[in-house]
């Protein structure tokens, strides 16, 4: 089953936010994720909020055809508690679970509410993630049409032996010819996603696979190292013995090759996770998770933010439905940050960014560790910017936490 929530505070069950929050709201951009809480099958390393039919069951409000106005619902919401002060939205993001089991005309309402309730930039990022099997050329004209400029398919592997191990449906080509058709269809935007250190790739595979994906020409690409979580298929078989664990040094040589290779492909890691072919390339969306922008979550388990309150909404689609149906907020909890919470999220988040972090955010303990952290190589001062090098991202996380107080 997905992964648990943290617990924070209460939320108001009218959505409202605190008065400091409120005043932030025309201060940073907006961007809206709708999450779309539907796959086909359960991948077994996956532990995302997103349900089979069979794990939907037949509850009322736990359906797919429901689901779209319940998210509209709650895009009304948002609307009242931003309230005349919110900016025009800037980024969309429809991720999963699977968007793209639901027909393109449903998430182009997705699209037309927001457009509706805040305005939508002319410029704005639509991006929407799909599985490279739930659609076809003409549903991507279609997505095209509805608003969507940006799509990312999971590809995860172009080696048969990977996909299976991962419980991937999808045929080795698929992912490529997709891009091919997304092209076609008017998508200047398109990024694949792959994951690296799955239990039996070697790295002949992992190079096969990263040669397989820049063959597409997407503008961007996301490569992340398998992650195995409690509670998922993937762990039980590595705990019975089936399947050997992902090993550090080779998720490690994996990295190296990935950066390598994308590089000289003319790919530059924007994150420690994502490459793109150029600034304007990059996943604005995402940049705003990055650099603590505003946004507000919409749909089952999704989380928020606002001006340092975070929340997250109920997991299970029934239980999101009938909350919106009641005339109250989904949110399950809420966190209010200090500026000393939101200071140490600055680090951790703003550091995985190639652009780096204002070395006046550190705090005098922490500057005082740079110069070891320079020595080791782990990471440059350029222009006051504090940067990892490529052994930096390579440990990103313990490199972070050594600095932070
Ligand atoms: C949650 S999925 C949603 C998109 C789509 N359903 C798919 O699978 O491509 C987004 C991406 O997260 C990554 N992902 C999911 N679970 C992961 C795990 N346990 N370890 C590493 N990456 C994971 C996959 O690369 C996937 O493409
Ligand atoms: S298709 Fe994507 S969201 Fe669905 S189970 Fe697989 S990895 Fe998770």
Known sequence: MPSVLPEGEPAPSDGSLPDHAQTEIPLRPLGIYVHVP????RCGYCD??????????????????GYIDAAIQELGLAARVL???????????????????????????????????????????????????????????RLREQGFNRISFGMQSAVPHVLATLDRTHSAGRPLRAVAEAKAAGFVNTSLDLIYGTPGESAADWMESLDAA?????EHISAYALIVEEGTRLAARIRRGELPSP?????????????????????????????????????????????????????????????GVRWWNVKHPAAYASKLAAGVSPAQAREVLSPADRRVERVLLELRLADGLPTSVLSAGERGRLPDLLARR????????????????LLADGVIRNLLD
């Open 38 to 41: 539907f796959c086909t099958t």
């Open 48 to 65: 995302f909020n997103t349900y089979t039919a069979a794990e939907l069951g037949t509850e009322p409000g736990a359906s797919r055809s």
């Open 83 to 141: 309230g005349a002060e919110a900016p025009v939205v800037s980024t969309i993001f429809v991720g999963g679970g699977t968007p793209t089991v639901l027909p393109p005309d449903d998430l182009g309402r997705l699209v037309a509410a927001v457009r509706d309730r805040f305005g939508l930039a002319e410029d704005a990022e639509v991006t929407t993630e799909s599985n490279p099997e739930s659609i076809d050329a003409a549903g991507l004209v």
């Open 214 to 218: 820049l063959s597409a020409i997407p």
């Open 247 to 307: 090993d550090d040094d080779d998720l490690a040589d994996k990295y190296l090759i990935a950066d390598e290779r994308l590089t000289a492909a003319g790919h530059t890691a924007y994150e420690v996770s994502n490459w793109s072919t150029s600034a304007a390339t990059r996943c604005r969306h995402n940049l705003g998770y990055w650099r603590s922008h505003h946004w507000w979550g919409v749909g089952p388990g999704a989380h928020s933010h606002i001006g």
């Open 378 to 393: 782990l990471a440059v001062v350029e222009n006051e910017m504090l940067i990892l090098t490529r052994d930096g991202r």
